[in-house]
């Protein structure tokens, strides 16, 4: 296995990735924007191919096992506090996600992370968030952070075997995309 910087070329990996890893909110934000005749892996890749918005190609790390892509991190730096963004202009359930982003402005937030199934067990997980210290801080950052629901008991242990420890939660608002409930989980880990 190796792990390098993803490419504008890996954009549908990526989107299949986030598919993956979403419980259910990229495919909700990709069908707003869907038009005829396209499939939501295509708007994904689409969003991936980005050059400003934070889900893009530039901002993902991806893991191969015999040069196939196998698994991805999606990883960035929060914006500073006091952003002029209103919660109001985003659907209910996305609220306390936000909510939680901005209880760490400013930290290496992993936004994604995910394996194909047939490639699940093999560590690659844990390699990709080995990557986390160095990119942080090269992105000036001194924490890293990320979110989890508390359903997710298998992500939620491997974070917290990695160091990541739980600081805030909100409780997730149900909606027809996921079929979460619980807590959403803000955990954050020390990268200097």
Same mark, same amino acid.
């Given at each position: 296995?190796?792990?390098?910087?993803?490419?504008?070329?890996?954009?549908?990996?990526?989107?299949?990735?986030?598919?993956?890893?979403?419980?259910?909110?990229?495919? *909700?934000?990709?069908?707003?924007? &869907?038009?005829? =005749?396209?499939? #939501? $892996? !295509?708007?994904?890749?689409?969003? @991936?191919?980005? +050059?400003?918005?934070?889900?893009?190609?530039?901002?993902?790390?991806?893991?191969?096992?015999?040069?196939?892509?196998?698994?991805?991190?999606?990883?960035?730096?929060?914006?500073?506090?006091?952003?002029?963004?209103?919660?109001?202009?985003?659907?209910?359930?996305?609220?306390?996600?936000?909510?939680?982003?901005?209880?760490?402005?400013?930290?290496?937030?992993?936004?994604?992370?995910?394996? *194909?199934?047939?490639?699940?067990? &093999?560590?690659? =997980?844990?390699? #990709? $968030? !080995?990557?986390?210290?160095?990119? @942080?801080?090269? +992105?000036?950052?001194?924490?890293?952070?990320?979110?989890?629901?508390?359903?997710?008991?298998?992500?939620?242990?491997?974070?917290?075997?990695?160091?990541?420890?739980?600081?805030?939660?909100?409780?997730?608002?149900?909606?027809?995309?996921?079929?979460?409930?619980?807590?959403?989980?803000?955990?954050?880990?020390?990268?200097?």
């Amino acid at each position: 296995m190796h792990i390098r910087k993803a490419t504008r070329t890996d954009c549908p990996a990526i989107a299949e990735l986030a598919l993956i890893a979403g419980e259910g909110i990229p495919a *909700y934000f990709w069908e707003q924007s &869907r038009t005829d =005749g396209q499939t #939501l $892996l !295509e708007v994904g890749a689409q969003n @991936a191919a980005s +050059d400003t918005e934070n889900f893009s190609w530039r901002n993902a790390q991806l893991a191969l096992i015999d040069d196939v892509v196998a698994g991805m991190l999606l990883a960035y730096r929060l914006p500073a506090a006091g952003t002029d963004e209103d919660l109001e202009e985003y659907p209910a359930f996305i609220r306390p996600l936000i909510e939680l982003e901005w209880c760490v402005p400013e930290s290496f937030y992993i936004n994604m992370l995910a394996t *194909y199934p047939e490639y699940r067990n &093999r560590s690659i =997980g844990t390699r #990709l $968030l !080995e990557q986390v210290d160095s990119l @942080a801080r090269a +992105d000036g950052c001194t924490l890293s952070s990320l979110e989890v629901f508390d359903e997710n008991t298998g992500a939620l242990r491997l974070y917290q075997r990695l160091g990541y420890e739980v600081i805030e939660q909100r409780r997730v608002i149900p909606h027809d995309c996921h079929s979460c409930s619980g807590e959403i989980l803000l955990l954050v880990r020390d990268v200097t």
